[in-house]
Nanobody, 122 residues
Framework: QVQLVESGGGLVQAGGSLRLSCVAS????????MAWFRQAPGKEREFVAV????????IYADSVKGRFTISRDNAKNTLDLQMTSLKPEDTAVYYC???????????????WGQGTQVTVSS
């Protein structure tokens, strides 16, 4: 059974930082592209960042470029998202996802975590 478990969310002031983590089990971790998505209240789930199977390539949403860094450790089956210079508009539930395609669409990811809440106050 595949499980993805996120952690690290919380409440921070604008301009602050948070580091999110995702621990995966039940899958061959290195065979999957790993991504972060987020969903704010009243809005659709949106792409944040994705990292290639080996960790060599990354894609970021325009809204987070230069502020967020995605990374993975295939030896530990973990995925991280280092978030800096946080803005109120970053407030959302953040989800870890695993997929066979190095893409940016929700439909390309088969496995999802339960999410972790990030709240950025002004």
């Amino acid at each position: 059974q595949v499980q993805l478990v996120e952690s690290g969310g919380g409440l921070v002031q604008a301009g602050g930082s948070l580091r999110l983590s995702c621990v995966a089990s039940g899958l061959t971790f290195s065979s999957y592209a790993m991504a972060w998505f987020r969903q704010a209240p009243g809005k659709e789930r949106e792409f944040v960042a994705v990292i290639y199977w080996s960790g060599g390539s990354r894609i970021y949403a325009d809204s987070v470029k230069g502020r967020f860094t995605i990374s993975r450790d295939n030896a530990k089956n973990t995925l991280d998202l280092q978030m800096t210079s946080l803005k109120p508009e970053d407030t959302a539930v953040y989800y870890c996802a695993a997929g066979r395609v190095f893409g940016q669409k929700i439909s390309q990811y088969a496995y999802w975590g339960q999410g972790t809440q990030v709240t950025v106050s002004s």
